[in-house]
């Protein structure tokens, strides 16, 4: 089976595709696409997902799957919209 692997980051975009057995999991296909060592990318603290829905690192995945990993927020969304919308008053 074919799935992709992505991640971004301010600067940098990738989207990695790799050939997995049937059965592999989201932990199968980060060690496939080795975005560690390619990118330094330190998956641990990050979280992850499969064409956004979370993920853990057992979830299985079938053909087409976009796994993707995740950071934390830089700000909270509802703050940031009452910031804006006080500004506009």
Known sequence: MRVNVAYVAPGAEVLIAVELDDGAT?????????????????????????FGKRANPDTPLVDGDRVEITR?????PKTARRRRAARSR
């Open 26 to 50: 989201v932990a199968d296909a980060l060690g496939a696409s080795r975005i560690a060592e390619r990118f330094g990318v330190d998956v641990t603290p990050h979280g992850l997902a499969v």
């Open 72 to 76: 934390p927020l830089v700000c909270d």
